[in-house]
């Protein structure tokens, strides 16, 4: 039996060496960040604000009111230990792009101790950001809060109280109330009247403020009688977390406003600019003759009111104001003046005492004069033994007089 020798045998390049395959192909391509499901984000509840028996927020909520393009802004936020027991809190940050959540976390929570999160905005575009924070504690009482962004009126000045000025009756007066816009976006508001009132009117009560720009309302007081009234209303601007501006606008309308205000201009129409006396030499001598005789003509105008004065005959009343012609009305021609009933009980004469307001005249001034008397005894020494009794005689005269007095009145107002 031959056997037969077999020569080496020669393997394959490719068999032999191999070809190098990627480390690409044997390891399982990692999952991106974004798609990582979160199992407490999604399994469980987060529906409890501020505090639960575990774990309290302050602030409850996060409020970015007011910001500009390009800027940052930070919030700061505190989770307390409100319980006894030392404890493991997970934390679930804001998941938006415009919120980022940063905090240190080293050990469990003691009780009284707090973790602190700092919330950063980077707001893009003008417009209402919302985002939240939630807090997964031992048990099912999850928290959330809440972080909101938005814009707002920052320059808006609405007073507590406006004091209108006093307006005569039968005119008005208008105030005007600015509403101004510093933010690039368009802003409604709203007014609603709390304490009406008929004298006052305002409008708009709806409108639009626009951006970067102005918008009055404006408050118009007519009053109808003489009286002291006020109006109230509020505010609302459609902003979030917006609360209403309160105002108290008040108005009031006093008798004689008018007249005095006629007196003013009157007063102030014949004031003229004085310039100081003219040099002698500048002034014609035509001009000073004239000058003479306007002087001569004022003296003897002012000497022949004096005359008509002291003859008895009374300026005439001006019956083209209102005030005139109620002084025309009520005036009473029987009546004396107070200068002449001053003049008449000066002299004592007993000859004028026949008219009714002669005798009560010259009767309060002896009241008057009793009185005086009386508060001067109180606070000196004298002895008063009082007057003697009416007599007989005087008490029947009086009596007579009486009866006459009465018959004279009868007989005047019987028809």
């Known amino acids: 039996m031959e056997v037969v020798l077999s020569g080496p045998q020669k393997l394959p390049e490719p068999l032999r060496r191999g070809t190098p395959v990627p480390l690409s192909q044997l390891v399982e391509e990692s999952r991106s960040k974004a798609n990582t499901p979160n199992h ?46 030392v404890m493991n809190i997970h934390v679930i940050p804001t998941q938006t792009k415009h919120f980022q959540t940063t905090y240190t976390k080293k050990y469990r929570l003691i009780p009284g101790l707090a973790y602190t999160l700092r919330v950063r905005l980077c707001p893009d575009e003008w417009r209402y950001f919302y985002d939240c924070i939630r807090v997964h504690c031992k048990g099912e009482e999850n928290l959330l809060i809440p972080v909101h962004a938005y814009p707002v009126i920052d320059d808006l000045r609405i007073p507590p109280h406006i004091d209108l000025s006093a307006v005569p009756l039968g005119t008005s007066v208008c105030q005007a109330i600015p509403l101004r816009c510093s933010c690039p976006i368009d802003f409604e508001f709203q007014v609603q009247v709390i304490q009406p009132h008929e004298a006052f009117s305002i409008q708009p009560l709806t409108g639009v403020i626009p951006a970067n720009g102005e918008e009055n309302i404006m408050v118009t007081f007519s009053p109808f009688q003489y009286e002291t009234c006020q109006l109230t209303f509020q505010l609302i601007i459609s902003q979030f977390n917006s609360r209403p501006f309160l105002c108290t606008i008040s108005g009031s309308c006093t008798p004689h406003l008018a007249l005095s205000e006629l007196g003013k201009k009157a007063g102030h129409g014949d004031a003229v600019r004085y310039t100081g006396p003219s040099p002698v030499t500048q002034v014609p001598r035509q001009s000073k003759t004239k ?125």
């Open 291 to 415: 000058l003479r005789s306007t002087k001569e003509a004022d003296k003897s105008k002012t000497l022949r009111d004096q005359a008509s004065v002291q003859a008895g005959l009374k300026p005439p009343v001006d019956v083209c104001t209102p005030a005139g012609v109620a002084k025309m009305l009520i005036k009473d021609t029987d009546k004396l003046s107070s200068k002449d009933l001053k003049e008449a009980i000066s002299c004592g004469s007993m000859a004028g005492l026949h008219n009714r307001q002669m005798k009560e005249a010259l009767f309060r001034k002896k009241v008057q004069q009793h009185v005086k008397e009386e508060q001067a005894n109180r606070v000196r020494w004298q002895v008063r033994v009082g007057k003697d009794p009416v007599s007989e005689h005087s008490r029947r005269q009086i009596a007579e007089e009486r009866e006459i007095a009465l018959h004279e009145y009868m007989v005047r107002i019987s028809p």
């Open 40 to 85: 407490l984000l999604e399994s469980k509840i987060y529906a409890k604000l501020k505090s639960n028996s575990l774990i309290q927020a302050e602030p409850a909520e996060l409020h970015f009111s007011g910001f500009e393009l390009g800027k940052d802004y930070v919030k700061i936020l505190k989770l307390i230990n409100i319980s006894s027991e």
